[in-house]
């Protein structure tokens, strides 16, 4: 007779556990970032306190989420995830009590845009001599994509014609967007099928994003840029509104659900502020 150890019951639950989730993530069309990420929320979870998935408490949820190591974004984040994980449990008869209720939201602080000036970009940009890296550069900072949005950019997502460029970024939605003639001219010589970043590994497969990433922070540390890829979007959404575009329109070309996400990328410059100001006309006084 073969005696199952607790850490394997442990495994095995984790697992079918996290099988089942999926499968709930997969029918609300979540996407496979959203689900994995989530996933690995779990498991950490569940390896941190040796719990079974399905009994997990208050206690350990709070013990997991007052790490030092963590930053308060992270936290946030763990938490929306757990929360999602114990609405699943209970609208799936598998529990009835949800224990993320007894633990403290996690403060998110509205996040300060942290955009690289228009010179560094023009730095990281002189910075490599690569074909590849250039054109991650210039998707990110000429149409705001993400780093997984490069990662599986396709010659078929640009229409040559209308120059637009079709997007599937978060929740698998799928966006419409215009290309700026600079970055239509710079993909004129660029496949018009198939990924224009493939796996070197795996045949008929995009690169991995974490290589975009890299690949973009060589270039920038080569330029003495001290930056994230993700600020590369930053300059996107800052330089649209320094330009006086219409916020809301930004909000559509950045892709945001709502208005209070875009304004986390936009940066009012001391130069709009002193325009604005210089706008208040002083009322003539009238003497009695």
Excluded: C
């Excluded at 007052?66 to 930053?71: F, Y």
């Excluded at 149409?143 to 229409?159: M, N, P, S």
């Excluded at 209070?260 to 009695?288: C, G, M």
């Amino acid at each position: 007779m073969t005696t199952i150890t607790s850490a394997a019951r442990l495994t095995l639950d984790l697992s079918e556990t996290l099988q089942d989730w999926r499968r709930w993530q997969n029918a609300q069309g979540l996407s496979e970032r959203t689900i994995k990420e989530r996933a690995g929320i779990l498991t950490a979870l569940v390896q941190r306190s040796g719990i079974s998935p399905k009994e997990l408490d208050s206690k350990r949820i709070i013990s997991f989420l007052s790490r030092t190591d963590i930053t308060t974004v992270t936290k946030s984040t763990y938490f929306v995830a757990l929360k999602a994980y114990f609405t699943w449990l209970i609208r799936s008869e598998q529990r009835i009590d949800d224990p993320t209720q007894k633990v403290p939201s996690p403060k998110r602080k509205l996040a300060t845009p942290r955009p690289i000036s228009t010179e560094q970009l023009s730095r990281t940009l002189g910075s490599t001599k690569r074909m590849n890296t250039r054109m991650q550069i210039l998707l990110a900072a000429f149409a705001g994509l993400r780093v997984h949005e490069i990662a599986k950019f396709r010659g078929e997502d640009v229409d040559r014609y209308s120059a637009t460029l079709t997007v599937t970024g978060k929740g698998s939605r799928t966006h419409q967007l215009p290309i700026a003639p600079e970055l239509m001219l710079a993909m004129e010589n660029w496949p018009q099928f198939g990924y224009w970043f493939p796996s070197p590994i795996y045949k008929n497969e995009p690169v991995q994003p974490y290589a975009i990433s890299i690949s973009i922070k060589r270039a920038m540390e080569r330029a003495g840029v001290h930056a994230t890829p993700h600020q590369l979007r930053h300059w996107y959404a800052t330089t649209l509104l320094d330009q006086g575009t219409d916020i809301r329109i930004v909000q559509e070309l950045m892709r945001h659900q709502t208005l209070a996400t875009t304004q986390i990328y936009t940066l009012v410059s001391d130069k709009q502020r002193r325009t604005a100001i210089n706008r208040l006309e002083f009322p003539k006084i009238e003497h009695s």
